[in-house]
């Protein structure tokens, strides 16, 4: 029974190591300039360097129109890029073009 139960757990993490996402919080920057097209929404925040998820480059920072809460997440990129404020993201997976850069999920902007 001892076996059984060393196999079960055993088995529980290495599936969950395999569906797990990486996902993590930046430092802050303030966003260079702003690239929409029909398919998504790219920020440059060249001071960023966070890189949960490993992309080749991590200076553009990406939203699709179909991910949750687009439209708020972008009308907060907007603001904080008029206002010159800096923002952080909460990023998790990928997205923008040809799906190479970090996704947003989260905006914080500060004073």
């Given at each position: 029974?001892?076996?059984?139960?060393?196999g079960f757990y055993i088995l529980t993490f290495l599936f969950m190591s395999v569906v797990a996402h990486a996902s993590g919080g930046t430092g802050s920057g303030l966003i260079e300039n702003i690239y929409v097209n029909n398919g998504w929404t790219m920020v440059h925040v060249p001071n960023i360097e966070s890189n949960p998820d490993n992309f080749p480059s991590v200076s553009y920072f990406a939203l699709r129109p179909s991910d949750a809460?687009?439209?708020?997440?972008?009308?907060?990129?907007?603001?904080?890029?008029?206002?010159?404020?800096?923002?952080?993201?909460?990023?998790?997976?990928?997205?923008?073009?040809?799906?190479?850069?970090?996704?947003?999920?989260?905006v914080w902007i500060y004073k």
């Open positions: 029974m001892k076996i059984f139960k060393s809460n687009y439209s708020t997440l972008h009308s907060t990129l907007l603001a904080a890029f008029m206002a010159e404020k800096p923002v952080r993201f909460w990023l998790n997976g990928c997205s923008g073009q040809n799906n190479n850069h970090p996704r947003i999920v989260s």
